[in-house]
């Protein structure tokens, strides 16, 4: 009789562990179906993240990063500083600059007479937030922005400041924010890059826009930004040589990646599998990037949205239409770089003409996001590298002045992905000239992104040359305050 219950016993046991374990290989297989990269542990990173899985609950799957290169000027944008028209062509107080650092362009000036804005502030929607007549259409939209006035950084020349933004550093061989991303989240869609950039120009004073912007840095080459150009040939390499039909291509790739596992077997070399990753990228592109590129199908209504040139490939307006159709096909981060920003001189007329090919399609972007209801989980960036100074580079007249780089404060405005809309955060002087209220370093929003996108950025981290690297160095802080 007790041998009995102790073979029942032994029996019901193992009827429930093989009834559990069969839940658990079902479980682990569904996970491998929606997360492909779950199991690639050569993949984690030294805080054991894996890609796809991040490590909270994220607010916003995806960034457009709509990047005004050259420095829009806030003072004739969105913080509105009636003092300075007050005292238009008086000495800025030396007590108000207080001894910053200058560039070359000014720093041999021997006044610096304050100029107010050309142009006219109103105020706007139920946030009441002060917008210039320069952008009408943003005006419309101000309840769904979070209009950061506060922005400062060290770097008061272009490249390194750009640079700043964009990898968190002012030196090269870094990698961009896009690549962190793509490194720390992996691809949506594995047909498409998780990282993509469109480029664009005005009439102004353009500053240059180079790869290393969107370099992978250390991380695998795999997590690069992939540039989408206006020509024929939106990515360049992934046609098929003339010759080679659909069925050889496929061939003669699967004959390249058994060549390329013998090599990796013996050398070991972890850019071997990148490579053979990157032509099957390829490959799926193909067929992916003409239809996403396709803008012929779009509606009346979108192109009236956007307006007429989001038809005119490589301008503005055609890039943001494209920055919703890639972000909507699921790739994790669509850099915009939209040059001539840099208003030295001529400033009221090339602003006019700047603000006016950007303002009507950055805002449709936001909209239709928002009718598409992708906004909540698309956070859309708008702002430059730094802001201008709030005196006038050399000769002021009434009609025309320039204004010169200025790192201690700027603007820039956020969407959706879980930041609060309506709001106004930050305060800068009576003068424009220097943050007095809630300031917001590089590195603050750096943190913040990444926060949004489920990632802590203290933890986000790749170890290199000895280092534990990370997008915000060893500085930065989440901004809950603009955070729903």
């Known amino acids: 009789m007790e041998n009995e219950i102790l073979e029942h016993g032994l029996t019901f046991n193992r009827r429930r562990f093989l009834s559990k374990l069969s839940l658990g290989l079902g479980s682990v297989a569904l996970g491998s179906l929606l997360i492909p990269d779950l199991f690639k542990k050569d993949e984690w990173d030294a805080s054991g993240l894996t890609p796809g899985l991040p490590h909270f609950a994220p607010k916003a799957k995806r960034v457009i990063y709509l990047f005004q290169n050259g420095a829009p000027s806030q003072l004739e944008s969105f913080d509105y500083k009636p003092k300075l028209r007050e005292m238009m062509g008086q000495e800025l107080p030396a007590s108000v600059r207080g001894g910053q650092r200058l560039t070359g362009m000014t720093a041999n000036q021997s006044s610096f007479p304050m100029v107010g804005s050309f142009t006219n502030?109103?105020?706007?929607?139920?946030?009441?937030?002060?917008?210039?007549?320069?952008?009408?259409?943003?005006?419309?939209?101000?309840?769904?922005?979070?209009?950061?006035?506060?922005?400062?950084?060290?770097?008061?020349?272009?490249?390194?400041?750009?640079?700043?933004?964009?990898?968190?550093?002012?030196?090269?061989?870094?990698?961009?924010?896009?690549?962190?991303?793509?490194?720390?989240?992996?691809?949506?869609?594995?047909?498409?890059?998780?990282?993509?950039?469109?480029?664009?120009?005005?009439?102004?004073?353009?500053?240059?826009?180079?790869?290393?912007?969107?370099?992978?840095?250390?991380?695998?080459?795999?997590?690069?930004?992939?540039q989408f150009s206006s020509g024929e040939d939106p990515v360049l390499y992934i046609k098929d040589p003339n010759g080679l039909d659909r069925q050889e291509r496929r061939k003669m790739l699967d004959n390249l990646a058994e060549l390329n596992q013998l090599s990796y077997e013996e050398f070991g070399d972890p850019e071997i599998k990148t490579k053979v990753h990157q032509y099957e990228m390829a490959y799926r592109m193909q067929t992916a990037v003409p239809e996403v590129m396709d803008l012929s199908k779009e509606p009346d209504s979108i192109v009236k949205l956007y307006g007429p040139d989001c038809l005119v490939p490589g301008t503005y307006a055609a890039n943001c239409l494209l920055a919703r159709k890639l972000s909507e096909s699921?790739?994790?981060?669509?850099?915009?770089?939209?040059?001539?920003?840099?208003?030295?001189?001529?400033?009221?007329y090339e602003i006019t003409h700047q603000a006016k090919d950007v303002d009507q399609a950055s805002a449709a972007l936001v909209t239709d996001l928002k009718q598409r209801g992708l906004l909540d989980e698309t956070l859309v960036i708008?702002?430059?590298?730094?802001?201008?100074?709030?005196?006038?580079?050399?000769?002021?007249?009434?009609?025309?002045?320039?204004?010169?780089?200025?790192?201690?404060?700027?603007?820039?405005?956020?969407?959706?992905?879980?930041?609060?809309?309506?709001?106004?955060?930050?305060?800068?002087?009576?003068?424009?000239?220097?943050?007095?209220?809630?300031?917001?370093?590089?590195?603050?929003?750096?943190?913040?992104?990444?926060?949004?996108?489920?990632?802590?950025?203290?933890?986000?981290?790749?170890?290199?040359?000895g280092r534990r690297y990370r997008l915000t160095d060893v500085a930065g802080k989440v901004v809950k305050d603009i955070l729903v």
């Open 382 to 465: 708008w702002g430059g590298e730094f802001g201008r100074t709030n005196y006038s580079q050399g000769k002021l007249t009434k009609d025309n002045y320039g204004r010169d780089h200025h790192p201690r404060c700027f603007s820039i405005w956020m969407a959706g992905g879980g930041v609060k809309p309506g709001i106004v955060y930050g305060e800068t002087d009576e003068f424009g000239y220097n943050v007095i209220r809630d300031g917001v370093h590089v590195h603050d929003f750096q943190a913040t992104v990444l926060h949004q996108l489920g990632l802590d950025h203290e933890k986000l981290i790749f170890k290199h040359l």
């Open 121 to 226: 502030f109103n105020q706007y929607g139920e946030s009441r937030a002060w917008v210039s007549d320069l952008f009408p259409y943003t005006a419309k939209i101000v309840d769904d922005l979070c209009i950061v006035r506060s922005m400062h950084t060290e770097a008061i020349n272009h490249d390194p400041a750009l640079t700043f933004f964009q990898s968190g550093a002012q030196q090269g061989n870094r990698p961009s924010m896009g690549s962190w991303l793509s490194y720390g989240l992996g691809s949506e869609n594995k047909n498409l890059p998780a990282f993509t950039v469109l480029l664009s120009r005005g009439i102004g004073n353009g500053q240059g826009v180079y790869s290393k912007l969107w370099s992978n840095g250390f991380l695998d080459s795999i997590h690069q930004g992939v």
């Open 330 to 348: 699921g790739v994790r981060f669509v850099q915009l770089y939209h040059q001539g920003w840099d208003q030295h001189g001529n400033l009221p």
